[in-house]
């Protein structure tokens, strides 16, 4: 597909530079996960939220504190438990006797980005809490609605091998993560790296490089890039080839067409171009759409990117 003729954009021209820092500092901790930081990123700059899926040790924690820690924001994090309420992500009024009225004490939702840990180990209930927040930015509670304003970046783990005491995420939560990831082993020279700087001090902590500002100007300047109807309509013809192929059950939602859009943009963002091409949508769809497929054959993994690579084998590429 030929490059559109449009103005440079100078918005993307200048902050672009910047997204590209962190994925790099973020790089700095995670050794060879060049490709996950970049994932995580797009996520961010898109207004979506990421889920990983992987073996306990292999870095989801870290590249989820790494991000959080790249930024000048408010992180919190929650340990999901099957004890683990609703209240205790939200929120919950606290009568103070000495004014006789109830107080509102946030909880940790209330944040700018939130890191779920091990989410498949919290209950269905628990699970639906993040819902509202995760799509609509706003929470509920005893009937009042307030609202999460600035940045909000919901990123949650699971561990795919163990099943003891875990509710696995029903279609309709995890249809609201934009982007699903794994990290997977690192080869022999790489792990021999993340040995030698796991015998220094603070070798796996980064530093701030963007500001929650930054990233707010950034996810404005994204909505600026050119999607031709082409990308478009090469986007719905994927989805569609999703809900009717023979070896799934549930195909893609309308939402996530409309979010491969928006990673597109995102990562076009990312490389600095003022346009997006057939090559963002196939290194992204298997991301954003692997874990919306339900297959006929059940499996314990939530990312099932290979049905969405051979999708993509037969659908045609727009020039």
């Known amino acids: 597909m030929t490059k559109p003729q449009t103005a440079a954009n100078p918005a993307i021209l200048q902050l672009a530079p910047k997204a590209k820092l962190l994925v790099d500092n973020m790089g700095q901790a995670l050794v060879g ?11 961010v700059l898109a207004g979506g939220h990421c889920i990983l899926e992987d073996v306990p040790g292999v870095g989801k924690t870290l590249l989820a504190k790494s991000l959080a820690r790249s930024i000048q924001a408010d992180f919190k994090r929650i340990q999901a438990t099957p004890d683990l309420l609703p209240s205790d992500i939200s929120g919950v009024n606290i009568f103070d006797q000495r004014e006789a009225s109830f107080h509102f004490l946030p909880g940790p939702i209330f944040t700018n980005i939130l890191l779920m840990d091990e989410i498949n180990r919290a209950t269905p209930r628990t699970q639906s809490s993040l ?38 995420l029903p279609e309709a939560q995890l249809d609201r993560f934009m982007i699903s990831l794994s990290l997977g082993y690192p080869d022999p020279a790489q792990e021999a790296e993340i040995v030698r700087k796991s015998m220094k001090d603070k070798a796996f902590v980064v530093q701030p490089v963007l500001t929650t500002k930054e990233i707010e100007e950034m996810q404005t300047a994204i909505r600026t890039v050119f999607v031709h109807d082409k990308i478009v309509d090469y ?20 939402r996530g067409s409309q979010l491969l859009v928006k990673a597109s943009q995102a990562c076009a963002f990312l490389e600095g171009r003022e346009y997006v091409t057939p090559e963002d949508v196939k290194m992204l769809a298997p991301h954003v759409f692997g874990h919306r497929v339900v297959p006929k054959v059940k499996s314990s993994k939530i990312c099932h990117s290979d049905i969405i690579k051979k999708v993509l084998e037969h659908v045609p590429v727009p020039a």
């Open 33 to 43: 996960q060049v490709r996950p930081c970049k994932l995580a990123v797009i996520a």
């Open 235 to 254: 986007i719905v013809q994927i989805v569609a080839a999703t809900r009717n192929h023979p070896s799934v059950v549930l195909g893609v939602s309308p």
């Open 131 to 168: 819902l509202e927040a995760m799509e609509e930015r706003q929470v509920t509670t005893d009937g009042t609605t307030r609202e999460i304003n600035g940045l909000f970046f919901v990123i949650a783990t699971q561990n795919p091998i163990e099943h003891h005491g875990t509710f696995p």
